[in-house]
Nanobody, 120 residues
């Protein structure tokens, strides 16, 4: 069974940095796109950043220039570098994999989430 496991969340002061990682485990042949979403209390889950297998990226306007998404295809791992963090970046960050090919196809897979809190 394939699954996504996130790591790297925590408490950081405004202006600080964090690095999130998400590793896909199980029998995996390929993953089309990997992404990070976040959800703040009372808000809908929103896309933060996405990266295709070829390395094309897309970012939410609110994080452009501050966050960087990257992936290591050989490790089935996606990273999110969060810089110049603001209190409004606080939320649960979820990893997402789209078009995952194992011994079966998984169109949409989610991790359990990791908490990021930006506060002084």
């Amino acid at each position: 069974q394939v699954r996504l496991v996130e790591s790297g969340g925590g408490l950081v002061q405004p202006g600080g940095s964090l690095t999130l990682a998400c590793a896909a485990s199980g029998v995996i042949f390929s993953i089309d796109a990997m992404a990070w979403y976040r959800q703040a209390p009372g808000n809908k889950r929103e896309l933060v950043a996405l990266i295709t297998r070829a390395g094309m990226t897309n970012y939410a306007d609110s994080v452009k220039g501050r966050f960087t998404i990257s992936r290591a295809n050989a490790k089935n791992t996606v990273y999110l570098q969060l810089n110049t963090l603001k209190p409004e970046d606080t939320g649960v960050y979820y990893c997402n994999a789209q078009g995952l090919i194992s011994t079966y196809r998984v169109n949409d897979l989610w991790g359990q989430g990791t908490q990021v809190t930006v506060s002084s």
